[in-house]
């Protein structure tokens, strides 16, 4: 599996990334980003950027999303859709590897990158992640 166009659920979920990137709180980077994800077990969640004056400290709206999913007891994360003010926004490294975590083989990633809404597996994303075993 590769990169492909997004199906009618993965636009869906790319929309309510949209909608949680409205409460972004982002007064340092000024920069907002949405995240929502879907389970495997069909359950949604949703995530935003919170910036810090220590910029280190900075949550990512990926982190924001997957925290919200672990507290509800997700396992496992099927489709994320990631979206930030700029026509090429894609989880960065860590929020990568954080995904990683909950992904099966199958995982895709939803983003728009030159403007253009794409379906990326997280393998084509981080290859050879990082395992404990
Ligand atoms: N940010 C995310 O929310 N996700 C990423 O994958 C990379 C960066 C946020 C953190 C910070 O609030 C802002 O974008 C600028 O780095």
């Known amino acids: ?55 280190p400290v900075s949550v990512c709206a990926e982190v924001s999303a997957v925290s919200a999913a672990v507290t509800q007891g ?6 994320v859709a990631v979206v930030g003010e700029a026509d090429s926004v894609s989880p960065c490294g860590q929020c990568r590897q954080l995904l990683s975590e909950f992904a099966t083989s199958t995982t895709t990633v939803v983003y728009r990158w030159q403007g253009e809404m794409i379906s990326v597996p997280l393998t084509v994303l981080l290859p050879h992640g990082f395992e404990l075993r």
Do not use: W
């Open 74 to 79: 997700a396992k496992r994360i099927e489709t």
């Open 1 to 55: 599996m590769q990169i492909r166009e997004p199906s009618h659920d993965e636009r869906q979920l790319f929309d309510l990334a949209c909608s949680a990137q409205r409460t972004s709180y982002h007064p340092h980077s000024r920069f907002r980003v949405g995240a929502a994800l879907r389970t495997h077990d069909g359950q949604i969640h949703t995530g935003t950027n919170i910036d810090n004056a220590s910029y």
